[in-house]
């Protein structure tokens, strides 16, 4: 299986069937493959967000289908929506929402002792990743001793902990000087392409958008090719 999302015909609108309702999302079809980076560009509050919340089962649409990693994930209850998003889903923000008494090793670890990882498995693989964004000498400090660019490249870890096949991201590099912004990006396309990862990635750095293999643009409520 190639395709690790697949959206067809998704349609969000709020305050339904009243006179102010708004159609954020009105059909939307979009697949990311396995190892693919596609950006996801458009003006604030074009729906941006809407979608990445209902790829990652955070929100649902009123129609339309999503399947990640060929499961239909459309109709499953919370419970399931759950499991699905922890070991299928990575997220990373705009802001690093780290946890702020646990050092960055154990900020990564901690998902995948959740997720049933051994103890030792996890520690190995947090380790690992913070060495992929040169962070490793950070791995027992906490958030507060670590520099915001240092924070968020630990929030990108955190968010590949678990090896999801879908990893999805709202503005990751918003907070970022430029040199630190392009070292998470590499590091994010070389675990893409290394772990067959599919991304979607939000941003409104059309420069690093045109690094990525696809650029597309949410135009009243449906994507185009940019």
Known sequence: MNDMLQIQGVKKHYNIHKPNEIRVLNGVDLTVKKGEVV?????SGAGKSTLLHIAGLLDSANGGTVHINGTDVTGLDDHARTAMRRAQVGFI???????????????????????GVPQADAEARALKLLTSVGVEARADHRPAAMSGGEQQRVAFCRALANQPALLLADEPTGNLDPATSDRVFEALMKVARDEGLAALIATHNMELAGKMDRVLRLDNGVLVEA
């Open 93 to 115: 923000y705009q802001f690093h929402h780290l946890l702020p008494e646990f050092s960055a090793l154990e900020n990564i670890v901690l998902p995948q002792l959740a997720n």
């Open 39 to 43: 950006a996801l560009v458009a003006p």
